[in-house]
Every structure is written in structure tokens, then in C-alpha cells.
């Protein structure tokens, strides 16, 4: 069955620091692939999506994230995080099998320390 | 534009009650949808839409029903609510549809109605 797997529930790190969230997915094709960030209280906002090409894509707020074949993998990064960065992050899938399908990951939540 | 909004913002029902969600979007999409978000698991799809006048399920459908009458609206309803369906109800929409289409485009959400069945 399809499915995308965010290991890391909770992540901490300390302002300025640099930040790696991980996202695996399980699916035959490459699927279309998001990040999206919610904010408390907030709905959630597109960070960035890759669909095919250059497997490094640049998104909003100064996140970047890699798309690995080989490793079923979407790992989203960001170089210095910022105070404003403590949210929640959700990875997702849009599934191109011609039926709608359009899976979360089930989030980690950032801390980030002054 | 003000985006996807979502009325009322948050409720308390009893069980057994009945109450309609209101999605609305000014952004001329066609497709719009509604998820649950509960801890842990992430945001489930419970309905969406293709256009108006159309519905379809989503992983969770039982226990909700949905309207498009309007292309700028999209009604959840609760016709007979369980504590099971206490959560963060979310409604969204797109331009076109990821798969279907092939167009693979984002959603936008709205802010969320935090809903508790006692």
C-alpha cells in the first residue's frame, strides 16, 4: 500500500542552526511530492513541491528539499533555521496511478531553542 | 481574495447532534476537499470534489456527507455525531488535481474548525 513516512515526530534545534526533516515514500512510480508547514492554530502552507526535473528544489522561507529515487526519499533542509521556523511540517504524495490520491505524512513538530 | 475560509471555528456538539460545516473559496477552483486532522495520523481525506455538483469519498467517508451546489462552496455534514468524530476539520482546494489530471497542483487550506462530540 502507498504511504509516506515521516521518522522524526519532534525535532529540536537551536536557532541558526541547520535543519534536516526526513520524508520516505512507498510507491511503484514517482509520485508528485510536497512540504507543506502548519503553523499553531493555522491551516497548512505550501513550502515547496517537486514534480519532476532538477531533484533539488527551492521553496519559500529559505527551505530547499531533494528528491532521492534511489532512496524513495524527499528530505527537506534549511541552512540557518529561524526562531519563526517552530511549526509543524507535513510531507505529502499526489499519486499519478490516475485515481485520486493525495497521502500526509503524519508530521514532525519543530522546536527551535534562542 | 480572502483565500479558503471556514465557518464556525470551533463547536461543541452532543452525541447524536447534527451540524453543517461551511467551506469557502474565492479563488475560482474547481476542486475542493475536506480532511480530519487527528494527533499522530497525520490529515486523512474524508470527501472531495471535482466540480460543482459533484462528491466523492475519500479514506474516511462514513459517518459524513458533503454538497457542491455552489463552486465556491463546499458543505460537511454530520448528520449523526460520535465522540470518534472530535477533531481539526480542514477544508482545501485546488486548481486541478494531482493524478486525475496530471497537473499535480497544491492545495490551500483554510484555517480549520476544531470540532468536540461529548
Known amino acids: 500500500a502507498q504511504s509516506v513516512t515521516q521518522p522524526d515526530i519532534h525535532i529540536t534545534v537551536s536557532e541558526g542552526a541547520s535543519l534536516e526533516l526526513r520524508c520516505n515514500y512507498s510507491y511503484g512510480a514517482t509520485p508528485y511530492l510536497f512540504w507543506y508547514v502548519q503553523s499553531p492554530g493555522q491551516g497548512l502552507q505550501l513550502l515547496l513541491k517537486?514534480?519532476?526535473?532538477?531533484?533539488l528544489v527551492q521553496g519559500i522561507k529559505g527551505f530547499e528539499a531533494e528528491f532521492k529515487r534511489s532512496q524513495s526519499s524527499f528530505n527537506l533542509r534549511k541552512p540557518s533555521v529561524h526562531w519563526s521556523d517552530a511549526a509543524e511540517y507535513f510531507c505529502a504524495v499526489a499519486l499519478t496511478s490516475g485515481t485520486y490520491k493525495y497521502i500526509f505524512g503524519t508530521g514532525t513538530r519543530l522546536k527551535v531553542l534562542a | 481574495n480572502a483565500g479558503v475560509t471556514q465557518t464556525p471555528k470551533f463547536r461543541v456538539l452532543k452525541t447524536g447532534q447534527s451540524m453543517t460545516l461551511l467551506c469557502a473559496q474565492d479563488?475560482?477552483?474547481?476542486?475542493m476537499y475536506w480532511y480530519r486532522q487527528d494527533p499522530g495520523m497525520g490529515l486523512r481525506l474524508i470527501h472531495y470534489?471535482?466540480?460543482?455538483?459533484?462528491?466523492a469519498k475519500g479514506e474516511v467517508p462514513d459517518g459524513y456527507n458533503v454538497s457542491r451546489l455552489k463552486k465556491q462552496n463546499f458543505l460537511l455534514g454530520l448528520e449523526s455525531a460520535a465522540p470518534s468524530q472530535t477533531s481539526v476539520y480542514f477544508c482545501?482546494?485546488?486548481?486541478?488535481?494531482?493524478?486525475?489530471?496530471?497537473?499535480?497542483?497544491?492545495?490551500?487550506f483554510g484555517p480549520g474548525t476544531r470540532l468536540t462530540v461529548l
Open positions: 517537486y514534480f519532476s526535473g532538477d531533484t
Open positions: 482545501a482546494s485546488s486548481y486541478d488535481v494531482p493524478g486525475l489530471a496530471g497537473g499535480g497542483d497544491e492545495q490551500f
Open positions: 479563488m475560482n477552483h474547481e476542486y
Open positions: 470534489s471535482v466540480g460543482e455538483g459533484t462528491t
